[in-house]
């Protein structure tokens, strides 16, 4: 019995899946030292050049790099929503 | 949910710390050495940070513990722990360092306000490493606690 694979999974494909997981992680990772993590100001940065990039490089390794960062910028303003305050990272209560 | 109503800056001392007797000290150990309790409806966070010029740099920490002979040498902790006793270390120096100077801001022992917050009940607790077996005189002239804290109250 033939296996359909499917060759997109909710919509990307798996090449477009893998450049937006080098994004988010790669993406988090060097950017981190310079503008932090998980903060509204470091979400805002992420966001930004995630939509200004695509418009000056136009490749689609960028456009799919950048989705993840993008995803990764959304994830820093929601936790720095929830967390509280421009440069504040996770309060851990003891 | 926890909703903060108001935070500020306070710096805790000996009698903050209860530190009210001697205080034996085991050599080659860390030994508590005395314990701030979280009041009620508040959260408190070691260090505290303040802008000047423009940079975020924190306040001037001092702790001096002496037996009847002079300074005693050896390590510091600050902790904060839980109401059972489990706790994370903050900060750990030499006795040197946070015996470097009270307001002196280029040589004192500048805490920042950590990113852990004691809650009620919660302790903020000093520990000490010394080589050999100590006591502390606690009113001895020269014993000194004066830790920066960043107060919030919280109401749930």
Not at chain 2, 14 to 22: H, I, K, N, S
Not at chain 2, 96 to 116: G, P, Q, V, Y
Request: charged content about 20%.
């Amino acid at each position: 019995m033939a296996i359909n694979v499917p060759t997109k999974v909710a919509g990307f494909d798996y090449s477009e899946l893998a450049l937006i997981t080098l994004g988010k992680i790669g993406g988090e990772k060097l950017a981190k030292p310079v503008i932090g993590n998980g903060t509204l100001k470091s979400g805002a940065i992420k966001i930004a050049a995630a939509f200004l990039l695509p418009m000056v490089v136009k490749n689609s390794i960028v456009n799919g790099v950048m989705k993840g960062v993008a995803i990764d910028g959304v994830e820093d303003v929601v936790l720095g929503f929830t967390r509280g305050g421009m440069d504040t990272q996770g309060v851990v209560r003891i | 949910m926890t909703v903060v109503t108001n935070r500020y800056q306070k710096t805790l001392n000996a009698t903050d710390f209860g530190l009210t007797a001697d205080v034996s000290l085991a050599g080659g150990k860390w030994t508590l050495v005395c314990e701030y309790v979280v009041p009620a409806q508040q959260e408190i966070a070691v260090g505290a940070t303040e802008v000047i010029q423009g940079g975020a740099t924190g306040r001037p920490a001092y702790i001096r513990f002496d037996d009847t002979s002079g300074q005693l040498t050896g390590k510091i902790r600050i902790v904060v722990a839980d109401a059972n006793d489990q706790g994370q270390v903050v900060t750990e120096h030499s006795t040197a360092e946070w015996s470097a100077s009270e307001t002196d801001r280029n040589s004192a022992l500048l805490l920042h306000e950590d990113l852990r917050r004691a809650q009620q009940d919660s302790k903020i607790q000093i520990w000490m490493y010394v080589a050999a077996d100590k006591t502390i005189d606690y009113d001895d002239a020269d014993v000194k606690i004066s830790l920066p804290v960043t107060v919030y109250t919280v109401r749930r």
